[in-house]
């Protein structure tokens, strides 16, 4: 059998481009197997050619005519919700040229959009988890229908429904082997794009140089929480063994000359005393791999786990923080206090591991109040020295299919189409929805002087003067531009953004 799997485009102009890792576990499975197997990067294509691209909808209507024209007897397509207009456009010409090809879905967008992919396409199977489980065992009995019906994490369309098995979730993942990344036609274009993406976001002392050479891995997988605004297909939280991370990272090391891996998880510490014995282990194979990991959870942290994770080589550590009002942390039930955030950042740079800050804003309860309370949260760790803007991310909130944030957009009416909201979805930096009712452009204001109020409270604490009169003449010039703007507005903005502290 010849096997095809497509990483999609998404919507508008996101050209934010990783390694398609989630299919090279499932092509390595489909190797092994003895099919013959291709991964064809679409999302790749258009962010490496994107100068020289006039129309994205032309060269998307290119890529759809080239595949589906394609020689291959099975296709997979393996996205994020924000790439369902391009997956259901592939799916539509390739079941007319192809109609006995049978097509199989999944990533994030498989279960969240599960019921446009029963309405709106012709697709035939919805892989939940895992995949690699999964795949292996589609292989072996298809194309008997009675028999893929009972495949543990497949859905199955029958008679104008999907029916399916509950997933077989082993607690332990070294049954997967390692992925085979030979199986990409450039592995060292993927190394190139994660390393400038990484510097994006690192201090010039941590910059990754020429000779460094970066790999993503994934040591566990799930997430026990169960945020508003975050989607999992499962909240079981399960990991590789020490042994394995350790082999599989020598393994890298010696193939691709790999120093720095960048994790992938989505809450690397939810298992306490697994991560301080992967810890252990790294640190005693002396491996000398500089690890750059988000997933961190402010409750979770102490100062022993920390002295551990910089041991075995952690240099990188991202919280989600999100808030510094404890009203929005409930609200989106993130667990956490807003002193338990605050201890975790400054333990984490009292421990010599970089530190990042999610934050998001826009909320559903977010005002002015619960905002000041962030603005004085981050303005409280840049008079420490802590943070600086460089660490410091803001998203706006949104919410995807599949999550609780976006169930409240259904409700209150904000979205009445789920296919026409992923049509305007650009990623979370763009704000298109308006969940707090406050205004969009004062929101922005806000978020760019929360920027500005923590360089310059960061730099005062340093006592670099030069660099803190600079932050603070940004907002002199932010201040005149208020002048211009109607009374009410100008009024809201100086009794709150721009109040001392």
């Known amino acids: 059998m010849n096997i095809l799997l497509i990483n999609p485009t998404r919507t508008g102009e996101d050209s934010y481009t990783t390694p398609p890792l989630h299919l090279i576990y499932i092509a390595t499975v489909i190797q092994k197997s003895g099919c013959r197997v291709k991964i064809l990067d679409v999302h790749n294509e258009f962010s490496k050619n994107r100068n020289k691209i006039k129309s994205k909808p032309d060269f998307e209507n290119a890529m759809i005519e080239e595949i589906a024209a394609g020689d291959f007897d099975l296709l997979g397509i393996g996205s994020i919700v924000s790439a369902f207009g391009f997956s259901k456009r592939l799916v539509k010409a390739v079941k007319q040229k192809k109609p006995d090809a049978p097509v199989i879905i999944g990533g994030g967008m498989s279960m969240a959009l599960k019921d446009l992919w029963l309405k709106e396409t012709d697709v035939d199977f919805l892989v939940e ?127 691709y000359q790999v120093n720095f891996v960048q994790t992938w998880d989505d809450l690397i510490m939810a298992n306490k005393k697994w991560l301080a014995d992967l810890c252990d282990e ?60 605050y201890d975790a950042v400054k333990m984490t740079v009292q421990g010599g591991i970089f530190v990042h800050l999610n934050m998001v804003i826009g909320m559903p309860g977010e005002n002015r109040s619960t905002l000041k309370e962030t603005s004085d949260f981050l303005t409280s760790l840049a008079k420490d020295g802590l943070i600086a803007s ?42 298109k929805y308006n969940l707090c009712g406050m205004n969009i452009n004062i929101l922005k204001f806000i978020k760019n002087n929360m920027l500005m109020k923590i360089d310059y409270f960061y730099y005062l604490s340093l006592k670099k003067y030069t660099q803190s009169i600079k932050c603070f003449s940004k907002g002199a010039v932010r201040s005149f531009i208020i002048l211009l703007l109607p009374y009410p507005v100008k009024k809201f903005i100086k009794r709150f953004v721009l109040r001392p502290g």
């Open 129 to 255: 988890s895992d995949g690699e489980r999964v795949i292996q065992s589609f292989l072996e009995v298809y194309p008997d229908m009675n028999e893929l019906t009972k495949i543990p994490g497949l859905h199955v369309r029958t008679n104008g429904k999907f029916i399916s098995t509950k997933p077989d979730l082993p607690k332990n993942l070294d049954y997967i082997d390692f992925p085979d990344w030979d199986i990409l036609e450039d592995v060292r274009h993927y190394m190139e794009i994660q390393k400038k993406w990484i510097n994006l976001t690192l201090p010039s002392t941590l910059q990754l140089s020429n000779a460094d050479n970066v790999m993503p891995i994934v040591m566990t997988r799930g997430c026990p929480y169960k945020c508003t605004f975050c989607y999992h297909v499962n909240h079981l939280h399960r990991n590789h063994s020490a042994k394995y991370i350790v082999n599989y990272l020598k393994h890298i090391k010696r193939k």
């Open 282 to 341: 790294i640190a005693a194979e002396k491996l000398d791999m500089r690890i750059f990991t988000s997933g961190g959870k402010p409750n979770l942290i102490d100062r022993d786990l920390l002295r551990k994770m910089k041991n075995a080589g952690f240099m990188r550590i991202s919280y989600g923080i999100e808030s510094g009002s404890q009203k929005i942390l409930n609200v989106m039930k993130k667990q956490t206090t807003v002193k338990q955030n």
């Open 390 to 431: 460089k660490n410091v991310s803001f998203s706006y909130a949104t919410g995807y299919p599949g999550t609780e944030l976006y169930q409240y957009m259904l409700d209150h009416k904000i979205v009445t189409d789920t296919e026409t909201y992923l049509e305007k979805q650009t990623g979370v930096g763009e704000h």
